[in-house]
């Protein structure tokens, strides 16, 4: 096995942390995770170090200055960064390294790490209700920031052409064993054309959540 970087990338609430969790319990030899950093306060229960690396800005900054960063990107008004000490470090134990970050990261980190050396999987939630549920339970947004985060969701859905694969979020297991076949062989997995369409109505049902909660 040649390991690869896997960029999953998902509106936020879209269950990568989840889907990336599980992919390491499961297949332990077989993946790791890229712990990143970032400039946003920890939420209930994450822990320096496992759930991020959290900085100051200035910290943050200065690790970027130095070049300590294989990619970042500003969301939500939060700094993110890929640590390119995470990536080698899993790499070079042979095992895949998950990327669990948003679509500029993605688009950066698919210059760096061309395909065969990274393969690049969207996971959409299976509706925007289900999106705003998920958001709900974290319990730890906003109205104001709920809105921010499905604008930006939208932003991000209109990015899929940047990913080679799309796999829907309906069910854990079928999405974890999906993803596992994409990366074992991401030629034999093309994307379906219907999921164009799938991306337009969420596009449209997301609009009309925001206009909801406003
Ligand atoms: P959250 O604040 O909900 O943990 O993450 C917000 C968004 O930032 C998510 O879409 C998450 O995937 C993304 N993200 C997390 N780490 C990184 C990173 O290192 N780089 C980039 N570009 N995005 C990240």
């Known amino acids: 096995m040649t390991p690869v970087v896997v960029v999953l990338a998902a509106p936020s609430g879209g269950g990568k942390t989840t889907i990336a969790r599980?992919?390491?319990a499961r297949w332990p030899e077989r993946y790791g995770f890229s712990v990143?950093?970032?400039t946003r306060a920890p939420r209930p229960g994450e822990r320096d170090g496992e759930a991020y690396f959290f900085l100051s800005r200035e910290e943050f900054l200065r690790r970027?200055?130095?070049g300590d960063f294989l990619e970042w990107a500003e969301y939500a008004g939060e700094l993110y960064g890929t640590l390119k000490r995470e990536v080698d470090r899993v790499l070079q134990a042979g095992r895949h390294v998950l990327l669990d970050i948003e679509v500029q990261g993605a688009r950066q980190v698919r210059q760096r790490y061309p395909p065969p050396a990274?393969?690049?999987?969207l996971i959409l939630p299976p509706s925007a209700a289900e999106l705003v549920r998920r958001l709900r339970e974290r319990r730890t947004e906003s109205a104001a920031e709920m809105a921010k985060r499905l604008e930006t969701a939208i932003w991000e859905l209109r990015q899929a052409e940047a990913f080679d694969h799309v796999v829907v979020n309906e069910d854990l297991d079928a999405t974890v064993a999906a993803v596992d076949r994409i990366v074992a062989a991401p030629q034999a997995?093309?994307?379906a054309a219907a999921e164009g369409e799938r991306i337009k109505k969420l596009i449209v049902d997301l609009n009309q959540k925001i206009k909801e909660i406003s």
């Open 22 to 24: 599980a992919l390491v």
């Open 36 to 38: 990143s950093a970032t």
């Open 64 to 66: 970027r200055d130095a």
């Open 118 to 121: 990274s393969v690049a999987v």
């Open 189 to 191: 997995t093309p994307r």
